[in-house]
């Protein structure tokens, strides 16, 4: 993580045109761990990912392009508002708070071991009335 090391193998895995795939991997991977710690792995390389995976001039209009400005083809600056995080990222951003919600769940206070998959099928709101019920 930030070592030469792991920048050129970032940047190898893009060239190849696969790091949004692995990306999406190590998303995926998470939400499917149980282990906390490797869940954070996972996440931290899927962040790291998403550093090398934006850079591309033509991915102005994705929040993490290359530039923070945006012209338009009349020469003017569009408006920042414009700008959008990329699929990846609120995918990223969701799983993450789905983790932290099923992690919470799974505390030996609350007792409510859940995969993924079964939160997904019974919805927070479910998940809401299980707990009060």
């Known amino acids: 993580s930030g070592s030469p ?3 050129e193998a970032a940047r ?3 060239k ?3 790091l949004l795939d692995a990306i999406e991997t190590c998303i995926d991977a998470a939400v499917k761990e149980f282990d906390i710690p490797m869940q954070k792995r996972l996440l931290r390389a899927a962040s790291y990912g998403m550093h090398f995976a934006y850079k591309d001039p ?7 392009g290359s530039s923070s400005t945006v012209t338009n083809n ?4 569009d408006n ?4 959008q995080p990329s699929p990846t990222a609120v995918k990223f951003v969701s799983i993450a708070q789905k983790i932290r919600v099923t992690n ?3 505390d030996q206070e609350v007792g409510f071991a859940l995969t993924s998959s079964q939160f997904d ?6 998940v809401i009335s299980r707990l009060i019920a």
């Open 80 to 83: 920042l508002m414009n700008i």
């Open 104 to 106: 919470a769940l799974r």
């Open 12 to 14: 190898a895995i893009n």
């Open 121 to 126: 099928s019974i919805s927070p709101t479910g």
């Open 5 to 7: 090391a792991s920048d």
């Open 58 to 64: 033509s991915d102005r209009k994705i929040m993490g």
């Open 16 to 18: 190849t045109g696969k």
């Open 74 to 77: 009349h020469g003017d600056v």
